[in-house]
């Protein structure tokens, strides 16, 4: 039997203390990529994980 702590990976590391949203550069290229997926920026696919918090900053997407 392992401890299970609650909550999600990207779920967990969305916010943090007082409510405020998390910067981009604390989330893994696959959460950014998830969160450039639904903020529906271009060429993400082929982009690295430095371009994507650029896109997401940009987009106003990364929170």
């Known amino acids: 039997m392992g401890s299970r702590t ?5 779920a ?8 405020e949203p998390e910067s981009p550069a604390g989330f893994s ?3 950014l990529y ?4 639904a903020a529906d920026v271009p ?11 650029e896109a997401l900053t940009r987009a106003g997407a990364a929170a």
Do not use: D
Request: hydrophobic share 25%; no cysteine; proline share 0%.
């Open 34 to 37: 998830e969160r450039a997926g």
């Open 29 to 31: 290229k696959a959460e």
């Open 43 to 53: 060429g993400r696919s082929k982009m690295t994980r430095e371009q994507l918090i």
């Open 12 to 19: 967990s590391r969305a916010v943090h203390r007082k409510g």
């Open 6 to 10: 609650g909550g999600s990976g990207a």
